[in-house]
């Protein structure tokens, strides 16, 4: 069964390199395309949609916004089951001054090149950095900047008040960009951050390998 990876903003098919899937199940990573102008997050999830094989089966895990992605796709096109991790499945999770920020054009105060040049000067300053900090700065830098403008204002914007099933959500305690008090995780990572997929790995994979082994649909293939 092919399993659909959505990454964060500022992320790629990279944020996923330390999972891994159970025996039976195939993943495959959608890769971010241009967003049209104005385009609200609703809109453009459903074109990333068409990345995905309809035809059979499949399972969709988003990541941060990439679970925001899942929850509308999901909605329109319904995958066997949908995970999301360091994500939210409704708008009402999102913090308050997420929208605050774009009422005052936040994304237009910062430039995003002085926010890659910060994010430069740490990592410079740490040592020796880890090889996920190390992808956590490579993704960022090689991130589209039009991209992560328009994402920065969908995100707030965003309406979303249903909850696709079956559902889970798996949360770090200590996530600082999307609280886990805000939200209602079916599965949380105690200590865990929010980039969790790549500081407590083998946690996130037990739990995968926990919901997808046990989905009713599961088609085992031979050994």
Same mark, same amino acid.
């Given at each position: 069964?092919?399993?659909?990876?959505?990454?964060?903003?500022?992320?790629?098919?990279?944020?996923?390199?330390?999972? %891994?899937?159970?025996?039976?199940?195939?993943?495959?990573?959608?890769?971010?395309?241009?967003?049209?102008?104005?385009?609200?997050?609703?809109?453009?999830?459903?074109?990333?949609?068409? #990345?995905?094989?309809?035809?059979?089966?499949?399972?969709?895990?988003?990541?941060?916004?990439?679970?925001?992605?899942?929850?509308?796709?999901?909605? #329109?096109?319904?995958?066997?089951?949908?995970?999301?991790?360091?994500?939210?499945?409704?708008?009402?999770?999102?913090?308050?001054?997420?929208?605050?920020?774009?009422?005052?054009?936040?994304?237009?105060?910062?430039?995003?090149?002085?926010?890659?040049?910060?994010?430069?000067?740490?990592?410079?300053? %740490?040592?020796?950095?880890?090889?996920?900090?190390?992808?956590?700065?490579?993704?960022?830098?090689?991130?589209?900047?039009?991209?992560?403008?328009?994402?920065?204002?969908?995100?707030?914007?965003?309406?979303?008040?249903?909850?696709?099933?079956?559902?889970?959500?798996?949360?770090? %305690?200590?996530?600082?960009?999307?609280?886990?008090?805000?939200?209602?995780?079916?599965?949380?990572?105690?200590?865990?951050?929010?980039?969790?997929?790549?500081?407590?790995?083998?946690?996130?994979?037990?739990?995968?390998?926990?919901?997808?082994?046990?989905?009713?649909?599961?088609?085992?293939?031979?050994?």
């Amino acid at each position: 069964m092919n399993v659909y990876f959505i990454s964060g903003m500022g992320a790629d098919h990279r944020a996923f390199s330390y999972l %891994t899937l159970p025996k039976g199940f195939c993943p495959v990573h959608i890769n971010w395309i241009p967003p049209h102008n104005k385009e609200t997050l609703r809109a453009y999830a459903l074109r990333l949609a068409d #990345q995905i094989d309809r035809s059979d089966p499949f399972v969709l895990i988003g990541l941060s916004m990439g679970g925001m992605m899942a929850v509308e796709i999901a909605k #329109q096109f319904p995958p066997v089951c949908t995970i999301l991790i360091s994500s939210i499945p409704v708008a009402a999770h999102l913090p308050r001054y997420y929208k605050a920020a774009v009422k005052i054009k936040a994304n237009n105060l910062v430039p995003l090149s002085l926010v890659k040049a910060a994010v430069r000067i740490k990592y410079a300053l %740490t040592s020796p950095p880890s090889p996920a900090r190390r992808l956590i700065y490579d993704m960022l830098q090689d991130g589209n900047d039009q991209f992560l403008k328009w994402a920065m204002v969908a995100v707030p914007e965003w309406d979303n008040d249903k909850v696709p099933y079956p559902f889970f959500q798996i949360h770090g %305690t200590k996530d600082k960009v999307l609280p886990i008090h805000l939200t209602h995780p079916t599965h949380d990572v105690p200590k865990a951050g929010h980039t969790l997929v790549m500081s407590h790995p083998a946690t996130i994979n037990a739990i995968l390998s926990e919901i997808l082994s046990s989905l009713p649909n599961f088609r085992k293939v031979p050994s």
